[in-house]
């Protein structure tokens, strides 16, 4: 994220609203991308949904410049119900120190797609 006088506190460092928002941001690229995973031809489609349920970020130091963000995720799962992800995004200056961390729990639904929820025929490849 490249710092922009609109996303400064009064302290003259990035704002801690927006340190957050990026962390939420990059967890849910991260989590979406699994989306489409894990479905080879033949077998049953799933349809994914993911809500963030609980978010928090801890501040170790004031953020001037541009910040990176970086994310892990545990082992994503593939079978069908309701899963809670826990999603760690690291927030970087452009030293490479760390200014911050926050943790998204995602609530990841994987349900089998059915012509009842919209899913129509399957075809067999």
Known sequence: MDDRPWLHNPFTSIHAAALT?????????????????????GEVRTRRTGIVTRLGTVFMKKARGTVTC???IPAYPTEAGVHDL???????DSKGVVVAKTEAVWNVKIEPITAKNGGGEQ???
């Open 123 to 125: 075809k067999q490849q």
């Open 70 to 72: 970086t994310c892990t």
């Open 86 to 92: 826990v999603v760690e995004a690291v927030h970087t």
């Open 21 to 41: 928002n990026l962390g939420e941001l990059t967890s849910g690229i991260l989590v979406v991308s699994y989306f489409g995973r894990g479905q080879p031809a």
